[in-house]
């Protein structure tokens, strides 16, 4: 059996970038809906709380203002965020690098794919040290690892969207400029 044709998986890449972004966004909408009053700021607050006391001091707070039972509900539904925010992203640096038809920005676009399932490792070891965290005695082992791994996934997630909006608008400079794909 022959291989697709590359305009056969441009419209596929692009066709799953796009459900993928959307199903994130909705993912994102709804479960911000169903926490509240939580709030996502909240929840990376504890993720970045870094010290024992401040992770302790942002839990009694939860249990103060009723927001307990949410938090340990939000540790699951990151689990399925994870996977959705890994397929958008990665997916999107391979479309939105493909649409430049530039080899070299193509190329990273694949290595970037990956670098965004780096950041999806770093995030489900973070959640297991922050669920451990929530539930039992607050070590500074968990709320290290939860912070250190914090800071180099949003670090990598931050990346690979600026490599997204440097290929989009490289491509649309072309696209003004005159260029054919």
Not at 37 to 62: M, R
Not at 112 to 137: K, M
Request: glycine letters at 6%; hydrophobic letters at 50%; a positive charge.
């Amino acid at each position: 059996m022959e291989p697709p044709s590359w305009p056969a998986r441009f419209s596929r890449l692009r066709r799953l970038f796009w459900l993928f972004s959307l199903l994130t966004i909705a993912y994102m909408i709804w479960v911000r809906s169903y926490l509240s009053p939580l709030n996502s700021d909240e929840i990376v607050q504890f993720e970045i709380a870094k010290t024992v006391g401040k992770a302790q001091a942002i839990i009694q707070h939860w249990k103060d203002t009723g927001k307990y039972e949410l938090s340990v509900k939000s540790t699951y539904f990151a689990y399925i965020f994870m996977i959705l925010y890994t397929l958008a992203i990665a997916l999107g640096c391979r479309f939105i690098s493909a649409c430049t038809g530039n080899e070299i920005m193509i190329k990273g676009g694949r290595g970037f794919a990956w670098l965004i399932v780096g950041a999806t490792i770093c995030d489900l070891i973070e959640h297991i040290a922050l669920s451990q965290t929530i539930r039992g005695p607050v070590s500074q082992w968990n709320v290290s690892i939860a912070y250190d791994l914090a800071r180099v996934k949003f670090s990598i997630v931050i990346v690979c969207i600026l490599f997204m909006i440097a290929c989009l608008l490289y491509w649309a400079i072309g696209r003004l400029a005159g260029e054919e794909k």
